[in-house]
């Protein structure tokens, strides 16, 4: 999501505050522990989330919190059974990520919507590559016109999805594609690498072979 030259810089603001605060944590001590620990204690639906979806969560809420939103937690981890019951939603069963203990409903008592794009574009870039997770609020095509913007979910193997990328995060990912190289063209090259070094090897003896044959007096 673009942000306007004021919005940008008040988000920037945002990620400084955050940034001292977390410094402010390791100062004193405090670790992740007892940041999930005090979270869970005012948001136990962490709890029932799948273990590693927790400390993303519990640092999601607290920056809702820390910005003064009032996070309230709707809907966290459901049965599949649950999931198929709901009429708001066109996603059924294991397809769901809050199926998998993996996604939130929050509710910002305290926020616009406008606060609800704000802390999505925190979600989806604090952790970059390696935690990333997912703001529903950009399905606009799936639940017109705001998207599912309640819903958060921490997806770090899958990210945004395909048809959500941006045009910059599909090329990127495409350079990687094709930087990386599969495991079977791997072994492909290991093999021809392997069969020249043979050919080489063998060459090389016959020439030494041959010399010594002619090196040889011939049998009187």
């Known amino acids: 999501m673009t942000l306007n030259p004021f919005d940008a810089a008040n988000e920037w603001a945002r990620q400084q505050e955050t940034q001292a605060a977390e410094q402010e944590r390791e100062r004193l ?18 709890e029932k989330l799948d273990e590693p979806a927790r400390k993303p969560f519990a640092d999601l809420l607290l920056e809702a919190d820390r910005r003064s939103l009032d996070p309230h937690v709707v809907s966290g981890r459901r049965t599949a059974s649950e ?3 709901l009429t708001d939603t066109k996603v059924r069963g294991r397809a769901s990520w809050h199926v998998h203990g993996r996604a939130m409903d929050i509710e910002l008592h305290k926020g616009k919507l406008a606060d609800y794009a704000s802390l999505g574009d925190w979600w989806e870039g604090k952790r970059a590559g390696e935690d990333r997770g997912f703001w529903g609020g950009r ?6 016109p705001d998207g599912d913007y309640m819903h958060f979910q921490w997806s770090p193997t899958v990210g945004v999805p395909e048809e959500l990328r941006t045009s910059d995060e599909r090329e990127v990912k495409a ?22 070094l043979g050919a080489v090897g063998y060459g090389i003896y016959y020439v030494v072979r041959r010399n010594e044959i002619e090196r040889k007096p011939a049998a009187a």
């Open 175 to 196: 350079t990687t594609t094709q930087d990386e190289p599969s495991t079977a063209s791997k072994l492909i090259r290991a093999a021809l690498i392997v069969s020249v």
């Open 83 to 85: 999931q198929d019951k």
């Open 139 to 144: 399905w606009k095509d799936l639940y017109p």
């Open 29 to 46: 001590g405090v670790s992740d522990a007892d940041v999930l620990k005090e979270a869970t204690r005012r948001w136990p639906e962490l």
